[in-house]
């Protein structure tokens, strides 16, 4: 073998297996990191997991939501795959002169094919560099190391195309048109002697070797450990209902020292590995915050740097913990607090743990205005291509602050008291819960307790939530829905006084406590009446009682006003006639749409009735922004930046609507502050779904009464 040839295997052979192991050391130190949480139940359903690997990991259905961004990652992201074959082909090419990857007679299709591919990645590079740094999308970060992984990538395609054009010059080749672009540079620089082709083969081919290396190296320690993490997260994403919260089990050893008992999330490895997987699995693309209502209204939080905060806090308590460097190479790295932290921990432990414990991840990592600027309602989550899951680490953040800590704003505190008193934010008298039927004395509202008396049975209990009962507004939507279900012939039933609060806002507010009493009270309630089917007007009961109260024991049919409103219309119980001549734009709820997928029957409903207009705004369906209510911020007063409800407001008024519609009393309520701050309260008006369709129906029937 020739001796420059021999050295030139030497240094690869030491250079590949030393990044090798890096890059092996890394992966295992993350995972060492991930393992300090707790552990997570895993349900076996590979079949289905693996499914949405192909959907979400192959089919990269969520980044194409964003098409131009979309774009640019599946060109990168299948280019990279394939062009790593050209990779080896251009690595043997330097380790075995003069020859190339044994495919005989398909090679010159394939490197007619590896060019074009290197040529569409070399788009998507510039592509992706102008969006970021010409066109400067707000949510993406800039600097040099946002921008490194294109350096990267472009150093990698562009050393292939020059290495393979000095090689055709080298070995002595012809120009071929199944290598157009290394023939072209073959061609451009023919005048160059072998030996000099040979060099500069040489050049690019370490160039394009050591990149190639030290991008493996970089990925697992930087945000690109997405592309380790994303798919092992989306396999393992939860499959139960989108945002469903994990019940705390609140039984105590009597052997536990007071001091030692807590509820929540105060440190960083009381999160599950699996919430813990989600940290290294962010790409930092600034989806999440970019639809974020609280971002976007100028709140501090912001979804993706909690996601990265968090990170970057578990990564240095992880190498005080553990002792294993954060950052490798650590000579390279010595300098950092990772690896100081993991160096005094294989000394000392106790001091490292020490360090990193003044640091506390609320208040120092993580602020409690971030925490209690969260609405819930998942935008960030439907958002982000990887599958991560922000809002139950802020609600066990907010657990660990109200039910540990006992820290919470004094207008949600007040709320949460005045539901654990009476049932309802607002501490009205329990005994006035059913006095909403006084409205109208023609409508049939039967209590569970009235109908037992008279022999009678119920399809439907219909949970009129504390809104329906105490709120004036909300009361009109209970009430015209009432009506509705008297005109289709529905038996149902409501709890009266007997109806507690469905414990929505202190579970979202995070006081379980509280919300497992009102569960615990709520179904001894709907097992006493045999309760069976259970149809609301409000999103969060809606949901709650779906999808988080089979966890304590009861399971029933659940259905929202607006949903049955379409069935019953799709079979003719309910007609309407009378034309609502309006141009309607709806406003879809966050518990109903994100959480329950539940879309189409509201606009179901408004298009069958006669003269209504229906027009979307361009934030609509799972895109939909959030009114500012859920979370329990109805109940709390917004302090920094702008009302959500009023940009939300702001959307529906493009569309120039005479009506803004909703299926959420919260929603409604937020939605009607909003036209009245800005002014228009007297030419678009708000109305729930059943208030539209009972006023196209019982207005016909006053007409023909009045003839």
Not at 15 to 36: D, E, G, S, W
Not at 285 to 304: D, W, Y
Request: glycine share 8%.
């Amino acid at each position: 073998m020739d001796p420059l040839l021999l050295v030139n295997w030497l240094f690869f052979l030491g250079i590949t297996i030393y990044a090798l192991y890096l890059f092996a050391r890394i992966v295992q130190t993350r995972i060492a990191y991930i393992r300090m949480g707790k552990k997570f139940e895993f349900d076996g359903k590979i079949k289905r997991r693996l499914q949405k690997i192909g959907i979400y990991v192959f089919g990269q259905k969520k980044l194409l939501k964003d098409k131009k961004s979309g774009a640019i990652h599946v060109m990168m992201f299948y280019g990279f795959i394939l062009v790593q074959f050209g990779a080896i082909d251009f690595i043997w090419k330097g380790l075995a002169p003069d020859s190339h990857l044994p495919l005989g007679p398909l090679y010159p299709a394939f490197t007619f094919f590896q060019e074009l591919v290197t040529l569409t990645i070399i788009v998507a590079v510039v592509w992706a560099f102008y969006r970021r740094y010409i066109e400067k999308l707000v949510r993406l970060k800039r600097g040099w190391k946002a921008g490194l992984v294109l350096i990267f990538i472009g150093t990698l395609m562009v050393t292939v195309l020059a290495g393979n054009g000095m090689n055709i010059i080298w070995h002595g080749h012809e120009a071929s048109v199944w290598e157009p672009v290394a023939s072209a540079i073959a061609l451009g620089f023919g005048w160059l002697p072998e030996t000099a082709a040979a060099a500069v083969f040489f050049v690019m081919w370490w160039i394009h070797l050591i990149t190639l290396l030290s991008f493996l190296v970089y990925v697992p320690q930087s945000k690109h450990a997405h592309l380790i993490a994303a798919p092992v997260n989306v396999f393992l994403s939860r499959e139960d209902a989108p945002g469903k919260l994990k019940p705390i089990n609140f039984d105590i050893d009597d052997e536990t020292d007071e001091e030692d008992v807590s509820f929540g999330v105060g440190k960083v490895e009381e999160f599950n590995q699996l919430q813990m997987i989600d940290l290294y699995a962010c790409v930092e693309c600034g989806r999440c915050t970019n639809v974020c209502p609280a971002s976007v209204s100028g709140k501090m939080l912001s979804p993706m740097d909690l996601l990265v905060k968090i990170r970057d806090h578990l990564t240095e308590k992880g190498a005080a913990v553990t002792g294993r460097e954060a950052w490798v190479p650590s000579y390279a790295f010595s300098g950092t607090e990772g690896n100081m932290l993991a160096s005094m921990a294989r000394n000392e432990q106790n001091d490292a743990v020490d360090r990193v414990n003044e640091t506390n991840l609320i208040g120092d990592v993580i602020t409690e205005e971030e925490l209690w600027a969260c609405t819930t309602c998942r935008n960030c989550e439907d958002a982000c291509p990887v599958m991560n899951e922000h809002v139950d680490k802020i609600i066990d953040l907010r657990r660990y602050l109200v039910m540990t800590e006992g820290k919470m704003d004094q207008d949600g505190q007040r709320a949460l008291m005045n539901i654990e008193r009476q049932g309802n934010p607002w501490g009205l008298s329990k005994k006035e819960r059913e006095n909403w039927r006084d409205l109208d004395e023609e409508a049939y509202i039967p209590t569970v307790k009235e109908l037992k008396k008279e022999g009678e049975e119920f399809e439907y209990l219909f949970w009129v939530s504390s809104m329906g009962s105490y709120d004036n507004r909300s009361q009109k939507i209970a009430m015209d829905f009432a009506k509705l279900m008297n005109k289709a012939g529905i038996k149902f039933a409501i709890l009266g006084n007997k109806e507690q609060n469905s414990g929505d806002t202190a579970r979202r507010m995070g006081n379980e406590f509280l919300f497992q009493e009102l569960a615990e009270k709520n179904i001894k309630e709907f097992e006493k009446n045999d309760v069976k089917k259970i149809v609301t007007i409000d999103p969060h009961a809606y949901n709650i009682f779906k999808n988080e109260y089979p966890d304590f024991g009861f399971e029933a049919e659940v259905y929202h006003h607006t949903e049955l409103l379409a069935e019953w219309l799709e079979e003719g119980r309910l007609k309407p006639e009378a034309p609502v001549n309006e141009r309607i734009t709806y406003h879809d709820s966050c518990y109903l749409g994100r959480y329950n997928e539940v879309y189409e029957p509201p606009r179901e409903v408004l298009e069958m009735i006669p003269g209504v207009e229906v027009v979307e705004m361009q934030r609509n369906r799972s895109n939909g922004m959030c009114c500012g209510a859920g979370g329990g911020m109805m109940w709390m007063e917004e302090k920094t930046g702008n009302r959500v409800n009023e940009a939300r407001t702001e959307q529906a008024l493009e569309v120039e609507p005479t009506m803004i519609s909703s299926g959420c009393p919260f929603c409604l309520t937020m939605l009607s502050d909003g036209t009245k701050a800005k002014e228009v309260e007297e030419t678009v008006s708000t109305m729930d779904i059943a208030e539209i369709l009972a006023k196209s129906i019982f207005e016909k029937d006053k007409a023909g009464a009045s003839a």
